[in-house]
Nanobody, 120 residues
């Protein structure tokens, strides 16, 4: 059974930082591209960032480019999202995804989500 378990969300002031983690089990983690999506209040879930299976390639939504960094540790079956210079509009539930499809907004597997709230 595949499980993706996010952690690290919380409440932070604008300009602050958070690091999200996603621990994976039940899949061959090192062979999967991984990613993060988010869903703000009253909005659709949208792509945030993705990383290739090796970590060599990353891509980001324009709205987070230069502020967020995705990384992975295949030895720990974990993917991370470092979020800096947070803005109130970054407030959302953040979802970890295995084999993310940026345009379609789909993935093979999803985590349960972790809430990030940025206060102004």
């Amino acid at each position: 059974q595949v499980q993706l378990v996010e952690s690290g969300g919380g409440l932070v002031q604008a300009g602050g930082s958070l690091r999200l983690s996603c621990a994976a089990s039940g899949l061959s983690f090192s062979t999967y591209a991984m990613g993060w999506f988010r869903q703000g209040p009253g909005k659709e879930r949208v792509f945030v960032a993705a990383i290739s299976w090796s970590g060599a390639r990353t891509n980001y939504a324009d709205s987070v480019l230069g502020r967020f960094t995705i990384s992975r540790d295949n030895a720990k079956n974990t993917v991370y999202l470092q979020m800096n210079s947070l803005k109130p509009e970054d407030t959302a539930v953040y979802y970890c995804a295995a084999n993310p499809q940026r345009v379609a907004g789909q993935a093979d597997y999803w985590g349960q989500g972790t809430q990030v709230t940025v206060s102004s």
